[in-house]
Nanobody, 120 residues
């Protein structure tokens, strides 16, 4: 059984910072990629950032230069450092992982979201 649990959300003023983390719990043989998505009220879920097994990263244009995705392969954890936050970053943030489970099933697993609110 694979589970992802995102944490680190909260309320922050514009210009502030937050760091989200998301460990992969359970048996994961290989993690191919991990990513962060977000969904604001009334909007579709969108990609924020993704990190591949080889360390390459990709970001949404709206967060480039402000957010940094990283991963600790030993801890099987993905992080999202968010700096210079803006009110439009307010959303529920979800992590996911494309991985091969201990049962040798490859799939995309999603974690429960964590709320990020940017407001003065």
């Amino acid at each position: 059984q694979v589970q992802l649990v995102a944490s680190g959300g909260g309320v922050v003023q514009p210009g502030g910072s937050l760091r989200l983390s998301c460990p992969v719990a359970g048996s994961a043989v290989t993690i191919y990629s991990m990513g962060w998505y977000r969904q604001a009220p009334g909007k579709q879920r969108e990609l924020v950032a993704v990190i591949e097994q080889n360390g390459s990263t990709n970001y949404a244009d709206s967060v480039k230069g402000r957010f940094t995705i990283s991963a600790d392969n030993t801890k099987k954890t993905v992080y999202l450092q968010m700096n210079h936050l803006k009110p439009e970053d307010t959303a529920v943030y979800y992590c996911n992982a494309d991985l091969l489970s201990g049962a040798l099933v490859r799939g995309t697993f999603w974690g429960l979201g964590t709320q990020v609110t940017v407001s003065s």
